[in-house]
């Protein structure tokens, strides 16, 4: 079959592949290939104060031990510095990004959404965060199993931050300008990542990209009700119980295997899965208990 479908799968080494990251890199691969679609993988290696040393190659290792199989060359972000600086020197020049002093502690009280301080202040962009405008707009798109989903860009998030104070790009920024570069045409990823989607449509469409189609796993949670994430240090997946995992991941996403591969090799589920693989199945709700799963 050929395929106009392009995924990703886009880790950040921040930490280690956890259960909920083999989730969501589960559901994006057996997206691709069940329609004979591309899967790539692009490292998320913006933020190198957080990087934790050897995460990149454990990343790979675990993917590879999984059975995953990626197309074409691995990006890393930190190989596109230069492109992101060029984009938001032209948006600076436009007027649509602008300089921000603010500090943490002037910014407080404001639940996280920007009040335009430094909107009309016209700073100079030595060392300081640099912001986008956004519109006074509602932005809503359908997710493939989420549905509706809707946000005021203006009302709940302000204009929001692309480079930070310290010169680190913005991962709205990155993730945006990467996916278009790449070709990708559907993401399937996380749903913490809902909210930051509006975002992402309204950079696309200033930036004149055409818009992918987003589909959102349930994100994993601990019984204490914490994000199963890297900040949580939740335990790394293990090398030697892949095929139980697998299974356990194909289950959380609704999709059963039957018990005759209950002995099966990582790559047979994974080609059951693609097989198989049936979106409608997949649990609609935003979170998952890492301790209901059978
Ligand atoms: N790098 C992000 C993360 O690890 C995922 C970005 C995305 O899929 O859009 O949470
Ligand atoms: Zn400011």
Same mark, same amino acid.
């Given at each position: 079959m050929t395929s106009t479908y392009t995924g990703r799968f886009a880790p950040t080494p921040s930490g280690f592949l956890h259960f909920g990251s083999l989730v969501a890199a589960l559901a994006s691969y057996l997206d691709a290939r069940h329609v004979g679609g %591309?899967?790539? +993988? %692009?490292?998320?290696?913006?933020?190198? &104060? %957080?990087?934790?040393?050897?995460?990149q190659d454990a990343i790979l290792n675990t993917l590879e031990?999984?059975?995953?199989?990626?197309?074409?060359?691995?990006?890393?972000? #930190?190989?596109?510095?230069?492109?992101? $600086?060029?984009v938001l020197q032209r948006l600076f020049d436009q007027g /649509?990004?602008? $300089?921000?002093?603010?500090?943490?502690?002037? /910014?407080?009280?404001?639940?996280?959404v920007y009040p335009g301080f430094c909107r009309l202040a016209g700073y100079s962009q030595d060392d300081t965060a640099l912001r986008i405008r956004v519109p006074q707009l509602e932005y809503r798109f359908i997710d493939r199993v989420q549905g509706e989903f809707s946000q005021h860009l203006g009302r709940?998030?302000?204009?929001?931050?692309?480079?930070? %104070?310290?010169? +680190?790009?913005?991962?709205?920024?990155?993730?945006?300008?990467?996916?278009?570069?790449?070709?990708v045409t559907h993401i399937v990823r996380g749903a913490d990542l809902l909210d930051s989607t509006p975002r992402q449509t309204y950079l696309q469409e200033l930036l004149g990209f055409s818009l992918p189609r987003? /589909?959102?796993? &349930?994100?994993?949670?601990?019984?204490?009700?914490?994000? +199963?994430?890297?900040?949580?240090? #939740?335990?790394?997946l293990p090398m030697d119980?892949? #095929?139980p995992l697998l299974t356990r991941a194909l289950r959380a996403l609704g999709q059963c295997p039957p018990s005759e591969l209950n002995n099966a090799s990582p790559r047979e589920l994974l080609d059951w899965g693609i097989l198989h693989w049936d979106t409608a199945l997949i649990p609609r709700s935003r979170t998952l208990a890492e301790s209901q799963l059978k």
């Open positions: %591309r899967w790539l +993988l %692009r490292m998320e290696d913006l933020d190198p &104060p %957080r990087e934790v040393p050897g995460a031990t999984y059975g995953f199989e990626w197309d074409g060359p691995i990006e890393r972000q #930190s190989d596109r510095l230069e492109v992101y $600086a060029g /649509l990004v602008y $300089a921000c002093t603010c500090s943490r502690k002037q /910014l407080e009280g404001y639940h996280g709940e998030v302000g204009d929001f931050v692309v480079r930070r %104070r310290d010169g +680190l790009y913005a991962y709205q920024l990155a993730v945006v300008l990467d996916d278009a570069w790449q070709g987003y /589909l959102h796993v &349930p994100l994993i949670i601990q019984p204490d009700g914490h994000k +199963l994430g890297k900040s949580y240090r #939740s335990p790394p119980l892949v #095929s």
